[in-house]
């Protein structure tokens, strides 16, 4: 017989508000993860380092394929516009645009990375608060759907026509009560107090704005399929009303994005699982107004711009070990090689975690600190973990979604991005950043330079001195002192 392993006691002080009945907060307990999509964690990690973002290819059409067929299983004039703030690394983006989907983008910057994708003006709707006047000259004839956010882009809008001697088609960002609350009222213009009208209104005296679209995008992570319901048959009363008053015939009603993914938002009881409606239930809830609402023979085009639905669970952050500790009130601690620099989302999600091995030992919550030199790195505040050695690796997900926009530069390199292809073949989408791209852009005024720098043969002395466990782990004296401050 084997004799077992040596087990350390453990007193762990009970924990009430981690405890529910559908299990104890975040915990690894089940299976470990050896691969993603049949590419082994080991494999991934080895060619292309740790932390790594992996998305699975698999994942993100089988996503698009399953909202799709939602919508469009119910209403015969369906368009997905792809969300780029949620995830613009351009073969997120073509895999998206290959399966169907045109852009949403909201800048300059997005709409450019459309183009670039060959996605041109009457495949882009244009969004967000910010166009300027000469970036909506280009967006203008390249021929996008411009939604106005506010009254001076309105007037911007006017403007131009005047300038170009022709009307400009545009649609309209409303926003209206649906039962979500707070409230968005932010962005586009309001429909209860009458805001919305009076621009139309204006479009209609003016004469050189033509409406002819709705948009609202009415929140995030929305757990309500009614509220869209609700949003649904205001947006076609609105354009019946602007119909019979203005003569505008309105042909397309953009719905936006907010479906919720499978990540967990901290502070809920329950589990996703549990409580994120099946992507059927808000098809349902828009498919019955739009049927209630339209007047017989109109289909006009049903926009949708899923977001995070789309491409979240499609990610993973594979992140090593780097330490533990014990923290002076006695709760376990780790630093792991990837923190909120990797993770914006981490302040209001709270991840699924994965380990890559099997681990003995007693389950004990645990905080996972990231890399970087702040107080606020924190990846997780309470996970239930077995005693993790270092170099064991935590397979974070779902992590799709405004993590790779949002992440930040910050003390360390951005990591590598792979994409697993169907066929399990990986490729590199994004590489990993070294010292050049800080550099690059950076600018030393003349009377500032050092009389010299580090010159290679000196550069691997630097190598070994920063890489413990290399033979010679020493200090490097031929550094320039200036090179050091
Ligand atoms: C961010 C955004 C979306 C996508 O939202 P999700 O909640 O990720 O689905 C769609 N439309 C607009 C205008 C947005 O700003």
């Not at 380990?355 to 007693?362: A, F, H, I, P």
Request: with cysteine; aromatic share 10%; hydrophobic share 35%.
């Amino acid at each position: 017989m084997d004799k077992k392993e040596y087990e350390k006691p453990l007193i762990l002080k009970v924990q009430p508000q981690m405890a529910n009945k559908f299990g104890n907060g975040t915990s690894c307990a089940g299976k470990p993860r050896k691969n993603i999509d049949g590419v082994s964690i080991d494999h991934l990690t080895s060619q292309y380092g740790s932390p790594l973002f992996v998305f699975s290819e698999s994942t993100l059409r089988r996503r698009f394929k399953e909202i799709s067929a939602a919508f469009s299983t119910r209403y015969p004039n369906v368009t997905f516009g792809w969300s780029y703030k949620t995830n613009y690394l351009s073969a997120v983006c073509a895999i998206l645009h290959r399966e169907g989907a045109i852009a949403e983008v909201v800048s300059e910057m997005e709409y450019r990375k459309a183009n670039e994708l060959g996605i041109s003006g009457e495949n882009i709707i244009f969004n967000g608060p910010h166009k300027s006047p000469e970036f909506l000259r280009y967006a203008v004839t390249d021929g996008a759907l411009i939604n106005i956010d506010h009254f001076d882009e309105l007037y911007d809008l006017e403007n131009l026509a005047e300038e170009l001697g022709e009307p400009i088609k545009v649609g309209l960002r409303l926003n209206m009560d649906t039962g979500i609350y707070p409230q968005w009222s932010r962005f586009g213009l309001n429909l209860e107090s009458g805001q919305a009208e009076e621009a139309v209104k204006r479009m209609a005296d003016k004469g050189n704005l033509i409406l002819r679209g709705l948009h609202c995008h009415q929140g995030t992570y929305i757990l309500d399929p009614e509220a869209y319901g609700r949003q649904v048959e205001k947006m076609v009363q609105f354009a019946y009303r602007v119909e019979d008053r203005f003569g505008f015939k309105i042909d397309y009603l953009d719905i936006g994005g907010g479906f919720p993914s499978h990540s967990k938002l901290k502070g809920t009881y329950h589990s996703p699982d549990l409580i994120v409606p099946d992507i059927d239930k808000y098809a349902e809830a828009v498919g019955s107004a739009l049927y209630r609402e339209l007047r017989p023979g109109d289909f006009p085009r049903l926009i949708l711009e899923c977001g995070r639905a789309m491409v979240d669970d499609a990610g993973y952050l594979i992140t090593g070990i780097l330490a533990s500790k014990r923290l002076a009130d006695g709760r376990k601690a780790y630093i792991a090689d990837a923190g909120i620099n990797l993770l914006y989302t981490s302040f209001w999600y709270a991840y699924n975690l994965e380990l890559d091995r099997e681990v003995q030992g007693t389950d004990e919550p645990s905080i996972i600190y990231g890399p970087l030199c702040m107080n606020i790195d924190v990846l997780h505040e309470s996970a239930m973990l077995p005693p993790l050695e270092r170099g064991t690796r935590l397979i974070l997900s779902p992590v799709g979604a405004y993590n790779v926009t949002q992440w930040l530069q910050f003390i360390q390199y951005r990591p590598n991005v792979v994409l697993v292809a169907e066929d399990g073949s990986v490729d590199i989408i994004r590489e990993a950043e070294d010292l050049s791209d800080i550099l690059n852009r950076e600018r030393l005024p003349q009377r500032l330079k050092p009389a010299s720098s580090i010159r290679p043969s000196s550069r691997s002395a630097l190598e070994s001195f920063i890489r413990p466990g290399s033979a010679n782990f020493t200090y490097a004296p031929q550094i320039p002192a200036v090179a050091m401050n």
